[in-house]
Each structure stands twice: as structure tokens, then as C-alpha cells.
């Protein structure tokens, strides 16, 4: 089995920054693409940031330009650096990664158990 643990979330004024990880492991083949989603009580879950094993990266409009997400393949670890936070970028944030199985070579979805951003005007 796979697990993502994310770390970094917390409290920070608007125009500050914040910097979140989630690091994978387990029964690893491979790791495809990875990324990061935002949900609020009552909304659907949205796209944030994606990126590449070859390290393409894709963002929503919303935080182009404000946010950075990369990854470190020798670690399982993707990494989201958030500046110039509004308070509309308050949000649970939970990691995505596609993950080859090691087992059966499939391609399976994992997330991360979420972590909470809250930021204050």
C-alpha cells in the first residue's frame, strides 16, 4: 500500500508565505504526475498545481504567479511554496500523486490526508 503525508500548513497573514510537503511511500513502482487540490466546506475539490516525473508543471489561474510546486523524485516528496497568500487561498490543501503499484503495475490515484491553510486579513 501507499501513503502521502503532508506537513507544512498553518496560520499565516495575508501577503505571507507558506511552504507544504508531502512526501509518498510504500509499494512504489514509480510516480507519475503529482499535485496539489484545495477544498473548502461545502465546495468541490479543485486543481491547484500539477506537475510531471519530467518536471512540466501546470497551474490554476487563480494562484499563477504567486505559487511554485515541484518535486524531488528521489524522495517521493512534492513540495507546494505559496506566496502572496489572500485570504481566499484559505482551503484544506491535499497532495495527489499518480503512483505505479509495485505489485500490480497499475496506475493508482493516491491523496494525502489533508492539511489546513487559514489565511487572516
Known amino acids: 500500500q501507499v501513503q502521502l503525508v503532508e506537513s507544512g500548513g498553518g496560520l499565516v497573514q495575508a501577503g505571507g508565505s507558506l511552504r507544504l510537503s508531502c512526501a509518498a511511500s510504500g509499494t512504489i513502482f514509480s510516480i507519475n504526475g503529482m499535485g496539489w487540490y484545495r477544498q473548502a466546506p461545502g465546495k468541490q475539490r479543485t486543481l491547484v498545481a500539477t506537475i510531471t516525473s519530467g518536471g512540466s508543471t501546470n497551474y490554476a489561474d487563480s494562484v499563477k504567479g504567486r505559487f511554485t510546486i515541484s518535486r524531488d523524485n528521489a524522495k517521493n516528496t512534492v513540495y507546494l511554496q505559496m506566496n502572496s497568500l489572500k485570504p481566499e487561498d484559505t482551503d484544506v490543501y491535499y497532495c495527489?500523486?499518480?503512483?505505479?503499484?509495485?505489485?500490480?503495475?497499475?496506475?493508482?490515484?493516491?491523496w494525502g490526508q489533508g492539511t489546513q491553510v487559514t489565511v487572516s486579513s
Open positions: 495527489n500523486a499518480e503512483v505505479v503499484d509495485r505489485g500490480s503495475r497499475y496506475v493508482h490515484d493516491y
